[in-house]
């Protein structure tokens, strides 16, 4: 197991788990794993993490949902006032957990393959930018270029750019370091897949992408695609896999790019 840092709920103790840290002031050796942290800020934006790549953001009283998925602990969701929908696959999209975490009428925006499962939603194409629930977003073409299934073609799926008061967050979806991601600026906060299927977004290409994004604060997620999968009667899920994420961390920390780790893949 790698070292995991997250930055620190309001008054609990911060954990450096590379170096000797304070630990309510007293000197300690940190082990290899800590209980990880599940909520965090950038600025005067909340942001909590929930499985694989399940978000939710809180600013001003207002909360949005982007793709919530029934496998991980709602619990902590609160009710959504616009939900963001990034893709049509079951971890992404899921109508059962769409309407647990929604308040009645909430928006829910979605991507152009989102329409046949939530047909009352709102589809935005690659490129548009709109205001909705008083929340301006942008979308953003998420799709790949390497052959082979899995398979997401451009225009299908979508990434988002949310502004949130000053605070530009940028949810960049399953997708490969495509022209439009790349064209994106002025990013604050970054979640970033890793890992995806037939080697299209392995750790180099992903801190290049990265650098080129330029984001002060970059969260990895979406980088398990073994644990995601269904797990049949009587089975369990594997070790969640830690690859690629302190080579992440090196590299993009030189280059002046905070690193966050959440905890997007909880032992049941």
Not at 173 to 199: I, M, S, W, Y
Not at 222 to 245: F, I, K, N
Request: with cysteine.
């Amino acid at each position: 197991m790698i070292p995991i840092q997250m930055a620190p709920l309001k008054g609990a103790p911060y954990v450096d788990f590379a170096r000797r840290a304070p630990f309510y002031g007293v000197p300690l050796v940190v082990a290899l794993f800590v209980v990880p942290l599940l909520a965090d800020k950038y600025g005067d934006v909340e942001i909590t993490t929930f499985t694989h790549s399940s978000i939710q953001l809180e600013h001003a009283g207002k909360v949005i949902q982007i793709d919530p998925w029934s496998v991980g602990d709602l619990s902590r969701a609160k009710p959504a006032d616009l939900i963001l929908i990034t893709d049509d696959v079951g971890h992404h999209l899921d109508v059962k957990a769409i309407a647990r975490v929604r308040k009645p009428g909430a928006p829910i925006v979605i991507a152009a393959n989102g329409r046949p499962q939530v047909p009352g939603g709102i589809v935005m194409a690659n490129g548009e930018t709109r205001e909705v629930a008083g929340v301006k977003i942008e979308a953003v073409g998420a799709y790949d270029i390497k052959p082979g299934d899995p398979y997401h073609p451009k225009g299908e799926a979508n990434g988002y750019v949310v502004t949130l008061g000053g605070t530009r967050i940028y949810v960049v979806g399953v997708t490969e370091c495509v022209p439009e991601v790349r064209a994106v600026k002025n990013v604050d906060v970054a979640f970033f897949p890793l890992n995806l299927p037939l080697a299209r977004m392995e750790p180099a290409a992903a801190i290049e992408c990265i650098q080129a994004l330029a984001p002060k604060v970059v969260y990895p997620y979406h980088y398990d695609q073994e644990w995601v999968r269904p797990v049949p009667a009587g089975g369990s899920r594997p070790t969640p896999t830690t690859r690629g994420l302190q080579e992440l961390k090196t590299a993009l920390e030189r280059r002046k790019i905070e690193v966050r780790f959440a905890d997007w893949y909880p032992k049941f």
